[in-house]
T-cell receptor, first 113, second 114 residues
Framework: EDQVTQSPEALRLQEGESSSLNCSYTVSGLRGLFWYRQDPGKGPEFLFTLYSAGEEKEKERLKATLTKKESFLHITAPKPEDSATYLCAVQAHSVDSSYKLIFGSGTRLLVRP | KAGVTQTPRYLIKTRGQQVTLSCSPISGHRSVSWYQQTPGQGLQFLFEYFSETQRNKGNFPGRFSGRQFSNSRSEMNVSTLELGDSALYLC?????????????FGEGSRLTVL
């Protein structure tokens, strides 16, 4: 069964204190791994797509990496506005090309000034 | 370009009632997916529609149904509501012809069942 596990559940950082979020997955044929950010009361906002082991994507203070079993979201010198829940999701290969994503439970990040 | 619009944003129902939620995707997007988000289960896939056809369905009972219209707008319906149906229901649209899985989510419809 396809499964996504994120750790830690919650993370508190001081502004400027870099860290990493983990997403481990088991899927029958990975089509893509996705990172989303969700603010309270809002829908998730797309950040990155990773397709194959060794791939990296960067956006401002965020960098996502992918191995065959897990993905990391590295946050460099975070700011309070980076506080949010970060969601990881996988999409398995399917004959119908449908957009079914399996989400992890998320990591709640709080960055204190 | 307008984003994904969901209505209503908040609603309260009682057990046994039914509810219909609406989603207007980004203009030009043909795929609409629905997800249920709860504190205990996180985001769970309900179903996806593409060009008025259901392409995939999650593991939810038959009380959960949906449809998509020719203008890509979608509705989902939950009949015989149960307390456990209280959740944030999120709609997401995608128009990516390469099927990269980049979904654009609405702000959700928060359903409370009393």
């Amino acid at each position: 069964e396809d499964q996504v596990t994120q750790s830690p559940e919650a993370l508190r950082l001081q502004e400027g204190e870099s860290s990493s979020l983990n997403c481990s997955y088991t899927v029958s044929g990975l089509r893509g791994l996705f990172w989303y950010r969700q603010d309270p009361g809002k829908g998730p906002e797309f950040l990155f797509t990773l397709y194959s082991a060794g791939e990296e994507k960067e956006k401002e203070r965020l960098k996502a990496t992918l191995t065959k079993k897990e993905s990391f979201l590295h946050i460099t010198a975070p700011k309070p506005e980076d506080s949010a829940t970060y969601l990881c999701a996988v999409q398995a290969h399917s004959v119908d090309s449908s957009y079914k994503l399996i989400f992890g439970s998320g990591t709640r990040l709080l960055v204190r000034p | 370009k307008a984003g994904v619009t969901q209505t209503p944003r908040y609603l309260i129902k009682t057990r046994g009632q039914q509810v219909t939620l609406s989603c207007s995707p980004i203009s030009g997007h043909r795929s609409v997916s629905w997800y249920q988000q709860t504190p205990g289960q996180g985001l769970q896939f309900l179903f996806e529609y593409f060009s008025e056809t259901q392409r995939n369905k999650g593991n939810f009972p038959g009380r959960f149904s949906g449809r998509q219209f020719s203008n890509s707008r979608s509705e989902m319906n939950v009949s015989t509501l149960e307390l456990g149906d209280s959740a944030l229901y999120l709609c997401a649209s995608s128009g990516d012809s390469h099927n990269t899985g980049e979904l654009f989510f609405g702000e959700g419809s928060r359903l409370t069942v009393l």
